[in-house]
């Protein structure tokens, strides 16, 4: 999170310029363009971390399950 405050002020000023440049955009509708990627990519990173630690908690899980089925077999055996 903090590469990310620190970053997004950087991307933003050069996003803006360089669309600004290359697009032929005024400088607010080029950052406006860069405010909606900004939003985009932050959904993005949080969808990714929610995802992730779904897997993460189910694979916790799984362990835990397969741990107490294989002593409860060997304990039938």
Known sequence: MALGRYLAPHIQRQG???LSSTCNLTEQEA???MDGVLEVA???AEGFGTV???L???ARL???SLAN???KIVEHK
């Open 31 to 33: 950052s406006n363009k």
């Open 52 to 54: 992730y630690d779904g």
């Open 69 to 71: 089925n294989t002593v």
């Open 62 to 64: 799984l362990a835990n």
């Open 16 to 18: 803006t310029k360089l």
């Open 42 to 44: 932050a959904g993005a």
């Open 56 to 58: 993460e908690k189910s």
